[in-house]
């Protein structure tokens, strides 16, 4: 099992920056694959930014050069660091953990983006 806590959104005017972090329940070493999706009002829920094998990472074109997927293992955390941040970019952001042959969410964490 695993618990995944979000926090850092909130409402930023647009070109302003938000650092998004996702705090596992259990060392992320363990933990298959980790990443951030969101889901926009009458969207559906999409990828964001995400590890990938080898350590790699995968990004969604949208966001590609202004958003940046990171972590740190000692504090079971992964960030998501948000610049250049557009109204296209408002909604809940959910944090993402594939843990065996389970899928995990948090309970996600809004972000606003104002014009």
């Not at 070109?15 to 969207?43: D, E, F």
């Not at 990828?47 to 790699?56: C, E, M, R, W």
């Not at 992964?78 to 953990?97: F, G, I, R, W």
Request: positive net charge; proline residues 2%.
């Amino acid at each position: 099992q695993v618990q995944l806590t979000e926090s850092g959104g909130g409402l930023v005017q647009a070109g302003g920056s938000l650092r998004l972090s996702c705090v596992a329940s259990r060392s992320i070493y363990t933990i298959n694959a980790m990443g951030w999706y969101r889901q926009a009002p009458g969207k559906q829920r999409e990828l964001v930014a995400a590890f990938a094998s080898g350590s790699s990472t995968n990004i969604a074109d949208s966001v590609k050069g202004r958003f940046t997927i990171s972590r740190d293992n000692a504090k079971n955390t992964v960030y998501l660091q948000m610049n250049s941040l557009k109204p296209e970019d408002t909604a809940v952001y959910y944090c993402h953990a594939r843990f065996l042959f389970d899928n995990y969410w948090g309970q996600g964490t809004q972000v606003t983006v104002s014009s």
